[in-house]
């Protein structure tokens, strides 16, 4: 045998880690395709209502109201979702994971809206221009992406429910030549501009689909599984669709918009995740990560939880922001 390789051999044997710690586990239980069917239009006043609720995926099982050929009965009330809130499991190796859902064309623009959990921000730790509001590092560990794509279900190559398609379609021109035609009227659009946020790592995504001459029509939305949170491998998320395009949802379209996506299995909303949720859009991510390091990451930055000079005192934070600190329920 080579030196080459005995040495090889020697450092996997010297090896403690099978990083395994970095794969999601695979739940049995939680499927890692799944089909949704159809979902309702919200108005821009239904959306409202949703986001007025302390547990908005109760509000999303009732119905529009407006009745679907086929579907009635199928949710309380019949008629289509209002929205979903849902859960998917890892997908195995070789397997495309995600979540498909219907919506009936306006007539005019609509606004869909997906957002992963839990929750995205940047950690900027350097020494010089620090910006303090991200000083704390975020736990990539329980974080997903989900990038979405959508179009007419006639052109969708998928089987709903046992593997996800896309909308790619092909045609033979005059020369013989066969010509790819992309049929997705789905432009994924996101607040950041990193990279890393733009492919996902929960942070919300939207786009406008123009329904314009087809009022009634089948669209169908994708939901593509590409990341799994590694601490339990569970994908939950919130999807929405709003009549009206997607600059015309109030306060624009952010981690705010839609929250409560971040559940346990089973139902329910993850111990304190709503207080995480607060606390971004409330521009104190800091100060609640100081007082609930378990929520955030158990590497903090020397300094990161100081106060003007000053050790950082979780009681007195807490007493000023309530909403803020886990254990206060």
Do not use: H
């Amino acid at each position: 045998m080579s030196s080459a390789r005995l040495f090889l051999l020697a450092l996997l044997a010297g090896c403690d880690r099978n990083a395994s710690d970095i794969l999601p586990d695979y739940k049995s239980d939680l499927p890692p395709v799944v089909n949704i069917g159809e979902m309702g239009v919200l108005t821009m006043g239904e959306f409202a209502e949703l986001q007025a609720e302390l547990s908005p995926w109760d509000w999303c099982e009732g119905a529009t109201g407006g009745e679907i050929p086929g579907l009635e009965g199928e949710y309380p009330g019949g008629g289509p979702r209002r929205c979903i809130y849902g859960e998917l499991g890892a997908p195995e190796l070789g397997v495309n994971g995600g979540a498909t859902f219907n919506f009936a064309g306006t007539g005019g623009e609509v606004c869909v809206i997906v957002d992963p959990e839990a929750v995205f921000w940047s950690a900027s730790i350097a020494e010089i221009g620090r910006k303090d509001e991200w000083a704390y590092p975020d736990d990539t560990l329980d974080d997903g992406d989900i990038d979405m794509y959508g179009g007419l279900s006639s052109y969708y190559t998928g089987s709903p429910g046992i593997d996800l398609g896309d909308f790619i379609g092909f045609y033979t021109d005059s020369l013989g030549r066969t010509v790819e035609i992309d049929y997705s009227e789905c432009k994924m659009d996101s607040g950041y501009i990193s990279d890393v946020a733009r492919g996902g790592r929960a942070a919300v995504e939207s786009c406008t689909i123009d329904t314009t001459g087809r009022e009634g029509v089948s669209f169908t939305v994708v939901l593509d599984t590409f990341s799994v949170p590694l601490n339990d491998g569970v994908l939950s998320f919130g999807a929405v669709v709003v009549n009206g395009p997607c600059e015309n949802v109030p306060n624009g379209i952010t981690e705010c918009t839609l929250r409560g996506e971040s559940q346990e299995t089973g139902g329910g909303m993850i111990t304190c995740s709503d207080r995480l949720e607060e606390a971004f859009c409330a521009e104190n991510v800091q100060g609640f990560c100081c007082a609930n390091p378990e929520m955030c990451n158990e590497v903090v930055p020397e300094g990161a939880c100081e106060v003007e000079g000053q050790p950082f005192d979780r009681d007195v934070f807490c007493a000023e922001n309530p909403t803020l600190c886990c254990e206060n329920e």
